[in-house]
C-alpha cells in the first residue's frame, strides 16, 4: 500500500433514523481503470467525486418528484425503487437537485439513488452502509434492465477511492448478480487533483454495455478482458504508490482498449487530444459512446488542463476525492434559527 500520504478512510456511520423532512446528498464517480471489464468481473478501480445529487423529502398525500406524480412512473430509478419496495411505504415529496450532469459518465443515476435510498432509510430506522449498497445496487440493475456492475453503487454509497476485485486488505462490501460477484476494497487515496471533461453527449449506459458484450462473445474477448484486467491491476498498485508518471501510461494504455472495444467517439478522442500537454494521461471514463472523459494532470498544470478542454468544448471540471459516501445534511439547529440577530455596537 501507499508509503506516502494516502489516506484510507474508514466506513463512515450508517444513515441514521430521522424525522421528516430529511436531506440527503450522495457523490459521483469517476472510474480510474477497468470499466466495462467490471461488468464481466474483472478489477476496476475508481472514486467517488465532490460533485453530488441532493435529494429532500417530506411528508405527503402522494409520491411525487419535483412537484410531479407523474415522474413516479415515469423516473425508472424510482419505479424501481418502489417496485422493490413493496406498498405500504409512507409517500414522500422528493425535490432533487445536482451538480452531476445526467448519462455522463459520472454516476449520476447510483448518487441519485443512493441519496433516495438514504431519505427513505431515515424515516424507517435508518439503515447500514452495506444494506443500503445492496438496495442501491439491485435498484439500479433493475432500472438498466439487469445490466451493469455494482461499482457505481459502491462509490456513491462508501466514498473514497475504492478497487473492485483488486487491490489487498479487507473487503468493505460485496455483491453478486448470481453469475459473477464483486469484492469492494478502500486504497489508499493519494489526494490528487483529476479534471474531468463532459462532451455534452450523453450516453446510454447500458446499450454500451450490450455492445460491448457483443463484442467481447467474440473469440478474443477472454484475452481482451486479460489485458484490461492487467491495467486496472497494475492502475491499482500505481495509484496505492502515488506513482504518477505510472498512473498517467496507465490511463493512456487502458483509453487505447476502449477504443479497441469500441466505446470511444471522435468527440472523446479530440477532447483526450487538447489537454495531452498538460496530461500525465487521461481516458474517457464511465460507459463512454459520449459522456465523459478523465484527466491526471500533469503536477502543477491542474488550470491548464481545465482551460484545455473547456477550450475543446467540454464543460470542464476540477475535482477530488468525496472521501464519505452518501449522508444526511444536519437539519437546521432550531435554538440557532430563533436566535435573535446579534446586535451591533
Ligand atoms: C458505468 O459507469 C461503468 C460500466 O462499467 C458499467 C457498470 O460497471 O455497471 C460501463
Known amino acids: ?103 455522463s459518465g459520472l454516476g449520476s443515476s447510483a448518487a441519485f439513488v443512493a441519496a433516495l435510498l438514504a431519505v427513505v432509510a431515515a424515516g424507517s430506522g435508518g439503515s447500514g452502509r452495506a444494506a443500503l449498497a445492496g438496495r442501491g445496487y439491485a435498484v439500479e440493475r433493475a432500472a438498466q434492465g439487469g445490466v451493469g456492475s455494482p461499482g457505481d453503487t459502491a462509490a456513491t454509497v462508501f466514498g473514497g477511492l475504492l478497487a473492485i476485485n483488486g487491490g489487498p486488505g479487507p473487503v468493505l462490501w460485496e ?13 489508499a487515496d493519494p489526494g490528487w487533483t483529476w479534471v474531468i471533461g463532459y462532451s455534452g453527449t450523453p450516453h446510454d449506459t447500458a446499450a454500451t454495455v450490450r455492445a460491448v458484450g457483443r463484442r467481447l462473445a467474440r473469440p478474443d474477448g477472454e484475452a481482451l478482458l486479460d489485458r484490461f484486467a ?41 477532447l483526450l487530444e487538447a489537454v495531452r500537454p498538460a496530461s500525465a494521461g487521461a481516458k474517457l471514463t464511465g460507459a463512454g459512446a459520449g459522456g465523459s472523459v478523465v484527466v491526471l494532470p500533469r503536477a502543477g498544470r491542474e488550470i491548464e488542463a481545465v482551460r484545455r478542454l473547456a477550450r475543446a468544448g467540454a464543460i470542464a471540471l476540477a475535482v477530488r476525492t468525496a472521501p464519505g459516501g452518501v449522508t444526511l445534511l444536519e437539519p437546521p439547529d432550531p435554538e440557532g434559527e430563533a436566535a435573535p440577530p446579534a446586535e451591533g455596537p
Open 1 to 103: 500500500m501507499s508509503g506516502g500520504e494516502g489516506t484510507v478512510p474508514a466506513v463512515g456511520a450508517g444513515i441514521p433514523a430521522r424525522e421528516y423532512p430529511v436531506t440527503a446528498r450522495a457523490p459521483g464517480k469517476a472510474i480510474l481503470f477497468g470499466e466495462h471489464a467490471v461488468v464481466h468481473g474483472r478489477p476496476e478501480l475508481l472514486l467517488a467525486i465532490d460533485l453530488h445529487t441532493q435529494v429532500t423529502a417530506h411528508r405527503a398525500a402522494a409520491w411525487s418528484l419535483n412537484r410531479r406524480t407523474a415522474a413516479v412512473r415515469e423516473n425508472p430509478y424510482l419505479a424501481a425503487l418502489l417496485a422493490d419496495a413493496g406498498p405500504g411505504g409512507r409517500p414522500l415529496a422528493l425535490t432533487a437537485v445536482s451538480r452531476l450532469p445526467r448519462a
Open 175 to 187: 455483491a453478486s448478480d448470481g453469475k459473477r460477484s464483486w469484492a469492494v476494497r478502500r486504497v
Open 230 to 270: 492487467a491495467v486496472a491491476g497494475d492502475g491499482i498498485r500505481a495509484v496505492a504508490a502515488e506513482d504518477r508518471d505510472r498512473v498517467g501510461a496507465l490511463l493512456d494504455e487502458n483509453q487505447r482498449l476502449l477504443a479497441e472495444i469500441g466505446v470511444s467517439t471522435p468527440r472523446l478522442e479530440e
